[in-house]
């Protein structure tokens, strides 16, 4: 199984709700990353995580909050975001991200986020 | 079968090298094509951008698109050491969903 799984495809939301994005693998990959795209623009990186703990943040405003429950598994927390948040946001897994020759990144497909 | 399938590599070339990366895709809807490039621990970088089919060049790099053969292709002339890296193809439906390539991680040595 070479693929990034991410949930829901697509999610509307009010400035005042509480949501989750989630993303799964299943290469036994332990690096996973988030990226926010805007339209006709690359991915931003937000956050990387490296064997389960946070090793980047991308000085990303605290409304999004990233967890890393298992090995498998990568959780963006999102709470009272504003409409300009709205984009498709990307969640990545590599091998490892400290190696060079391991850190090549598989894409999930994106989930389409609309705050209204 | 996945959507874009791109073969990960990884490929190694001699500088001056001609290079060429390719991607297949199943969608028959798809109409952008990218290439992203992206080095080690960074976000990928847009290269190329093509609307339907045909070539478009820029510099050193050349993207060709054939829609008939669900195909597309990067070609990197003259290739440096800088352009080591790895080399993602993206492709969208006209409602903007975009789908990646696992990437293809080059090497090019001096």
């Known amino acids: 199984d070479t693929e990034v799984t991410q949930t829901p495809k697509h999610l509307v939301m009010g400035m005042t709700n509480k949501k989750s994005l989630k993303c799964e693998q299943h290469?036994?990959?332990?690096?996973m990353y988030w990226y926010k795209q805007k339209a006709k623009k690359p991915p931003e990186l937000m956050f990387v995580?490296?064997?389960?703990?946070?090793?980047i943040n991308e000085s990303v405003p605290s409304r999004f909050s990233p967890e890393c429950p298992n090995s498998s598994l990568l959780n963006l927390h999102l709470h009272a975001l504003q409409p300009e948040d709205s984009a498709l946001y990307l969640c990545a897994s590599s091998q490892d991200w400290r190696d060079l020759d391991t850190d090549t990144q598989y894409f999930g497909p994106g989930t389409r986020l609309t705050v209204l | 079968q996945k959507e874009v399938e791109q073969d990960p590599g990884p490929l190694s070339v001699p500088e001056g090298a001609i290079v060429s990366l390719n991607c297949t895709y199943s969608n028959s809807a798809f109409q952008y094509f990218m290439w992203y490039r992206q080095y080690s621990r960074k976000g990928p970088e847009l290269l190329m951008y093509t609307y339907s089919s045909g070539n478009k060049e820029d510099g050193r790099f050349t993207a060709q698109v054939d829609k008939s053969s669900k195909y597309i292709s990067l070609f990197i002339r003259d290739s440096q050491p800088s352009d080591s890296a790895t080399y993602l193809c993206a492709m969208s439906a006209p409602n903007n969903d975009m789908r990646f390539g696992a990437g293809t991680r080059l090497t090019v040595k001096p």
């Open positions: 995580y490296s064997y389960e703990k946070l090793s």
């Open positions: 290469m036994g990959h332990r690096a």
